[in-house]
């Protein structure tokens, strides 16, 4: 099999007689919850061969997994920030080598200074398989990434493309990519 590497403080102040101004928000009243991640929308595409269906089913949460994992590493995650080292769970040391070199596209690496926060507005993955005596033995991970990044830089990203995946020492990794990466707004 040949697989082509083509390669998101309150201020208080005293008046002159020492005597505090009034907050005008009741101590009582709780902090607002700050929203929760978004969860990344998945779907098993195009299988070629015979899979049943907990085989689906498994394959989509595991490789939806791997996606994820690095989704969550190389875009996401606390910023500012200038340590990728662990962007790419989940590749093969020669694939993540690959990506190290291609970090402003397969990473949030070139802009993880210069902004405060990253914040996904969209994940989706599309998994399809080739499958030979009921296994998988190759993926493709379709996959769209929108995020808005805030602070210096102020614009919203998407990065979308496919990860070819293999089974390597018992789990599925990533051994190659087609990504490409662009600014929306």
Do not use: H
């Not at 996904?120 to 599309?126: I, M, S, W």
């Amino acid at each position: 099999m040949a697989v082509a590497l083509a390669l998101t403080a309150s201020v208080s102040a005293c008046s002159g007689d020492d005597e505090p101004e009034a907050d005008p928000t009741p101590a009582s009243s709780p902090a607002p919850e700050a929203a929760a991640p978004l969860e990344t929308t998945a779907r098993l595409g195009t299988v070629v061969g015979r899979l049943g269906r907990p085989e689906r089913a498994r394959l989509q949460e595991t490789v939806t997994g791997v996606v994820d994992a690095w989704i969550d590493a190389a875009y996401l995650g606390d910023f500012p920030r200038t340590d990728f080292a662990g962007a790419y769970p989940g590749f093969t040391k020669g694939a993540a080598a690959d990506a190290r070199a291609d970090a402003r596209l397969m990473s949030n690496q070139q802009v993880g200074s210069r902004v405060d926060d990253v914040v996904a507005v969209r994940r989706q993955v599309v998994v399809d398989a080739l499958a030979t005596r009921k296994r998988a033995v190759a993926v493709t991970a379709r996959f769209v990434l929108a995020m808005d990044l805030e602070g210096d830089v102020q614009r919203t990203d998407r990065v979308r493309g496919r990860l070819f995946l293999t089974r390597a020492d018992g789990a599925w990794k990533v051994v190659g990519y087609d990504v490409d990466r662009g600014v929306v707004r």
